[in-house]
Nanobody, 115 residues
């Protein structure tokens, strides 16, 4: 069992930046593929970015060049640095840990991009 706790969401103006963090419980953090997903109102949850235990990353096309996912295996944390935020990035962002689908989910943190 893995528990995930996200933080760092909030309200930001278009073009601004935010950094999301997720802390995972347990001692086997490195074996998990960590990911960030988001769900906007009325839409399905979608992949934002993933990172393997060795640091290999994958991004949705919509965030490439703007978002960066990173992890610290010693601290059981994964972060999502978001730059050049757009109104369409508004969503609840969820942290995910998996060795196989669906994995474990955090409670989510709201990101709102609005002027």
């Amino acid at each position: 069992q893995v528990q995930l706790v996200e933080s760092g969401g909030g309200l930001v103006q278009p073009g601004g930046s935010l950094r999301l963090s997720c802390v995972a419980s347990g001692s086997m953090f490195r074996i998990y593929i960590m990911g960030w997903y988001r769900q906007a109102p009325g839409k399905q949850r979608e992949l934002v970015a993933t990172i393997s235990g060795g640091g290999s990353t994958n991004y949705a096309d919509s965030v490439k060049g703007r978002f960066t996912i990173s992890r610290d295996n010693a601290k059981n944390t994964v972060a999502l640095q978001m730059h050049s935020l757009k109104p369409e990035d508004t969503a609840v962002y969820y942290c995910n840990a998996r060795t196989a689908a669906p994995g474990y989910w955090g409670q989510g943190t709201q990101v709102t991009v609005s002027s």
